[in-house]
C-alpha cells in the first residue's frame, strides 16, 4: 500500500503524462558525448562536479566568477532533512579523469525561499528547485568562462544538458540535442538523458548560437514507459537568489573548512542528490 507522499508523487506525475503524451517519444534527440577528452571538453570548463560532504555529487555551474547555479536539493541532507554545510560542498571546475581546471570550496549558499524540502512533490516543489553557491574565491582562469542566462525555451524548443551522472562520475557528457516536451505551472518536462548525479545540470539554449542556461535539472521520472527530465523554469529566479545574496541572506558565511575528495562509488545515499521515480 502506497503512503501519502507516494500518491503525491503519482498525482503529480500522471498531470505531467497528460503534458508529455502528444511529444512522447521525441525522435531528433541526440546521443550522450563523453567530454573526457580536453578538446571535447574545452567549451564546458564551466560545469563542474559539486563533491558534497564527501559522500555524494551534484552538477554546477559557474554564471559568474564566484557564483555556481545548481538545485536546491542538492544542500540537503536525505536523512536528517538538514541543510548541508556549505564548508562541505567544493566545485570542480570541469572535472575530467582525476583532474580539474580549478577547485573551490563554497563559502555561502542561498535556496529559492519559497523550496520546501520537506514538501510533497509538487509541480511548486520542482519550479523553486534552485540555489546559488558563493565560492571561497572567485575562478579567474581564462579556460572557465561562465555561462550567461537566458529567457525559457518554448514548447518543442531543442535545448541541450551537460551533466555528471553515477555512470559518468568521471567526466561530465553532453547531450547536445533533446526537446522541452511540455511546460506546466513553471516545470519544464524533457526528453534529455539525465541520472543521479545530474542534480542541477545546466540546460542550455543554442538558438542565439551561443549556449546560454534555461533551466537546471530536478529530476527524472518515467511515465508509462517515457523518461523524462524535470527541470525548473529559471525566469527571473537567478536575479532573485542573487539579490539574497547580495542582501547578505543565505548561510554558512564562516571561513569553510578543508574537505576530503569524494570517492566515487562510495556511499551517495545520506544527500539530497534525488530523484523522482514514479511508482518503487
Known sequence: MCDARERHVRAFLTGLILA???LAGWAGDSRLQSLDTTEAGRAWEAVGRLD???KGFCTGTLIAPDLVLTAAHCLFNKASRDRIEPGSIEFLAGWRNGR???YRQVRRAVVHPDYDYDGDVSSDRVRHDVALL???QAIRNTSVVPFAIAQRPRMGEKVGVVSY???RAEAPSLQRICAVMARQRGVLVMSCDVDFGSSGAPVFSF???APRIVSVVSAKAEVRGTRVALGTALDDQVALLRA????????GNEPAPRVNRILVGGARNS???KFVRPGG
Do not use: M, N, Y
Open 20 to 22: 508529455v503524451l502528444p
Open 52 to 54: 558534497i560532504d564527501g
Open 100 to 102: 580539474a581546471s580549478a
Open 134 to 136: 558563493e565560492l571561497q
Open 165 to 167: 551522472a553515477k555512470d
Open 207 to 209: 538558438e542565439d548560437g
Open 244 to 251: 539574497r545574496l547580495d542582501a547578505g541572506e543565505g548561510f
Open 271 to 273: 544527500t539530497g542528490a
